[in-house]
């Protein structure tokens, strides 16, 4: 974990999630830590003027779940640490659907997956308590360049891969205060041209390198502004614009 930026109460972040957390696709050379939760905290950090201190725990090729099976007593533990100490975890981004939508079949379907992540978003809530927000970014599997040019599939791609995302954003309607939905990425303009560009994304064409996961970070940093100042609650006491 790591934090950075000093003022008000110190905030705690906790990424739980597959290989997008682990930090698959860093360069080795640099990387100090997975780079999408460093990324986001930096954003964070700038935008409430705050200290915001980040922990992630990942398992790398994990579906759901996986994940619940695994990563909640991990993460319990994790909270009570962040409770000894004397803070209280604040925000909880969840990353998973990669490995779902890999081994969708008719028994593994997208309605499935929303049941198996409710589960998991349930446990989350009864680890971290009423006040924690979970996030569930959208994943912009259809822009990895491995799947570049394979058009008619292309298109379709982006349909099938929706589906688990929309799970995720139906979920969160059901409890709009304490999940946040994160759109994907092109939904903004001008991020999305960016990030199909072949020089934000690692070798192996699915996980994004460091450029593009700080460019991320930064964009679920911007959709989790915009989520707690509708709520008008949560982390920040007066969200500041960024720089």
């Known amino acids: 974990g790591g934090g ?50 980040w922990a992630a725990i990942g398992s790398t090729g994990s579906d759901v779940r996986r994940l619940r099976t695994e990563l909640v007593p991990r993460l319990a533990a994790q909270v009570e640490s962040v409770r000894q100490a004397g803070g209280r975890v604040d925000m909880v981004v ?23 992540l409710a589960e998991l978003v349930g446990e989350i809530q009864g680890s971290c308590g009423a006040e924690t927000t979970v996030v569930l970014p959208a994943l912009p599997l259809h822009l990895a360049p491995v799947f570049s040019g394979q058009w008619p599939l292309l ?6 891969a929706g589906l688990w995302d ?3 954003k139906r979920l969160s309607e059901r409890e709009p ?20 560009e072949a020089a934000y994304w690692a070798d192996d064409g699915i996980h994004p390198n ?12 911007r959709g989790v502004m915009r989520h707690l100042e509708e709520r008008q609650g949560g982390l920040p006491s007066r969200p500041r614009e960024v720089a």
């Open 4 to 53: 950075g930026c000093c003022g008000a109460r110190r905030r705690h972040v906790i990424f739980v999630g597959d290989s997008l957390v682990t930090g698959v696709g860093c360069s080795q050379e640099v990387c100090t830590g997975p780079a999408l939760p460093r990324a986001f905290a930096d954003f964070l950090c700038r935008a409430l003027r705050a200290d915001v201190h």
């Open 94 to 116: 969840l990353l998973c659907g990669l490995n779902d939508v890999k081994r969708a079949s008719p028994w593994r379907t997208p309605i499935g997956f929303r049941h198996d």
């Open 155 to 160: 298109p379709l791609l982006s349909s099938f």
């Open 166 to 168: 929309e799970q995720k």
């Open 177 to 196: 205060p304490r999940i946040c939905f994160v759109r994907s990425v092109e939904a903004d303009s001008d991020l999305a041209a960016q990030n199909v």
């Open 210 to 221: 460091d450029a593009g996961y700080k460019l991320w970070g930064e964009h679920i940093g």
